[in-house]
C-alpha cells in the first residue's frame, strides 16, 4: 500500500501494525498447517497412533480457524485486499465446517 500524502503518522502507525498481526496471524495458521502434515506423515509412516494423531491435530483446528480470521480482518484493516480477499473463502469454508 503507497502512503499518500495527507495521511498523519499514527494513521501510517495503525496500518503497520495491522499488517504485523495480519502477518503473524497467517504465519502462525501456516505453522499449524505445516504441523499437521508432518503429524500425517509420521501416521503415513506408522510412527504415531491414529488416535494421538486424531487429537492433536483436532486441538489445533480451533486456533488455526482464529488465525484465519484474524488475519483476514486485519489485512482488510491495513489495507491489503488481495491478501484479504484470498483469505475470504477459506474462512468461510472453516466457518462452514
Given at each position: 500500500?503507497l502512503?499518500?500524502?495527507?495521511?498523519?503518522?499514527?494513521?501510517?502507525?495503525?496500518?503497520?501494525?495491522?499488517?504485523?498481526?495480519s502477518?503473524?496471524?497467517?504465519?502462525?495458521a501456516l505453522?499449524?498447517n505445516?504441523?499437521v502434515?508432518v503429524?500425517?506423515t509420521?501416521?503415513?509412516?506408522?510412527?504415531?497412533?491414529?488416535h494421538d494423531?486424531a487429537?492433536k491435530?483436532?486441538?489445533?483446528?480451533?486456533?488455526?480457524?482464529i488465525?484465519?480470521?484474524?488475519?483476514?480482518?486485519?489485512?482488510?484493516v491495513s489495507?491489503?485486499?488481495?491478501?484479504?480477499?484470498?483469505?475470504v473463502?477459506?474462512?468461510?469454508?472453516?466457518?462452514?465446517?
Open positions: 500500500m502512503v499518500a500524502l495527507n495521511e498523519t503518522p499514527a494513521s501510517v502507525i495503525a496500518h503497520f501494525i495491522a499488517l504485523v498481526v502477518s503473524c496471524a497467517f504465519a502462525y505453522a499449524i505445516i504441523y502434515v503429524a500425517l509420521d501416521l503415513q509412516h506408522d510412527f504415531m497412533n491414529p494423531a487429537r491435530i483436532n486441538r489445533l483446528l480451533t486456533s488455526e480457524i488465525a484465519h480470521a484474524t488475519g483476514c480482518a486485519f489485512g482488510f489495507g491489503h485486499w488481495v491478501i484479504a480477499f484470498a483469505n473463502p477459506l474462512v468461510a469454508w472453516h466457518a462452514k465446517g
